[in-house]
């Protein structure tokens, strides 16, 4: 394990990639600066880190600043940050869950398919007790090194959409060739809904879809219309919401720790504001995504609560395949179960107030 050290005038080599926050300009010098890394500003990522530096750098006074480096100037894979962050090269770094199941397989949960069936259930759920039995495990792991921060959103929800025709019920995307990324639990969904399961690297995708060699692929509408996707011919969408975007912020413990404990809160505040900013971004980005992929001649069909039910019986193959191949498989899933559950009960009851 590296000693992380506090960042100044040695960062010049990347001073150029930092980004000024919107807030008016502390008066006090910086005495802590964190740094980060995101891919670009287009990101939700890149919105939620932004809110992030706004407010801590605001309500510290200046004596905690962010830095934020675009692209992957000191790392380039979810692996590589990761050991960077825990090295201390990073104070704090964004993953999916597949960027993160390398060094945490728990964290897969979150991509198990329908079980959070809405933002309002979904966002329930990741600000609340579920987040806290990560944050726990996470540090286990990885001997008190990587604390999880807060979970938030990169993109909304992931769908199917093909270049073959319009898709309602699993059986209708039997015989599909759908990418995947190269990992066990979004290869055993595809498989177990009947079609055919290609990783293929997410740089390729488009002149995959060009010349055939898959058929569709499973990703959020923002992704899809960043990436021109619909000139390649994924032309259907089908909204079955099968998992929920989830975005793990992790900061590395020591350089949380040696904050004072005043410092502390406002970080944790401010990840509670990132998470805040996250939930919404993909909302607001994917209205106009909607609109250009239907512009563009796309369809979008949305299963009706039956088909849904459909869907997730399907799946059936994965919650087992997750229980008896991720340490703990069976306990996490029931969690994700119970915590769905309780979010969902308390969301009815709310409503029903409301609606009386």
């Not at 880190?49 to 934020?68: H, L, P, R, T, Y």
């Not at 992929?293 to 395949?321: C, H, L, R, S």
Request: hydrophobic share 45%.
């Amino acid at each position: 394990m590296k000693t992380k050290h506090w960042l100044g005038a040695s960062l010049g080599a990347v001073a150029a990639f930092t980004l000024v926050g919107m807030a008016a300009a502390p008066v006090s010098a910086q005495d802590v600066m964190l740094r980060t890394q995101v891919p670009n500003v287009e990101d939700e990522d890149y919105d939620g880190m932004i809110v992030f530096k706004d407010f801590v750098e605001a309500q510290s006074n200046g004596s905690i600043g962010v830095e934020i480096i675009l692209g992957n100037q000191l790392c380039a894979t979810g692996t590589e940050c990761m050991e960077a962050l825990e090295d201390g090269v990073l104070d704090i770094f964004i993953t999916t869950s597949g960027g993160a199941s390398t060094i945490f397989p728990f964290v897969q949960v979150l991509d198990l398919p329908y079980i959070l069936r809405n933002d309002r259930v979904a966002e329930h759920v990741l600000s609340g007790a579920f987040q806290d039995h990560m944050r726990e495990a996470g540090m286990e792991i990885s001997g008190d090194t990587i604390r999880l921060m807060t979970i938030g959103n990169t993109g909304g929800w992931r769908n199917f959409a093909n270049t073959q025709r319009v898709v309602q019920t699993p059986e209708d995307l039997a015989g599909l060739k759908i990418r995947t990324i190269v990992a066990d639990l979004p290869q055993v969904l595809v498989e177990s809904l009947g079609a055919s399961s290609t990783p293929i690297p997410w740089p390729e995708l488009f002149t995959s879809f060009q010349t055939g060699v898959v058929e569709g692929s499973k990703n959020g509408i923002t992704d899809i219309m960043n990436m021109s996707f619909p000139e390649a011919g994924l032309q259907f969408l089908t909204l079955d919401g099968h998992a929920y975007m989830a975005a793990l912020w992790w900061m590395n413990n020591d350089s949380f720790t040696r904050l004072d404990p005043a410092q502390r809160q406002i970080v944790l505040d401010g990840f509670d504001a990132l998470q805040q900013a996250t939930f919404a971004s993909p909302k607001r980005k994917s209205i106009q995504a909607y609109q250009d992929f239907v512009e563009g001649g796309g369809t979008i069909y949305v299963p009706t609560a039956e088909e849904k039910a459909m869907w997730q019986e399907a799946a059936t193959p994965v919650y087992d395949w997750f229980a008896e191949n991720i340490e703990d498989g069976d306990v996490w899933l029931e969690r994700l179960r119970d915590a769905a559950a309780e979010a969902e009960e308390e969301i009815a009851a709310r409503d029903s107030s409301r609606l009386n």
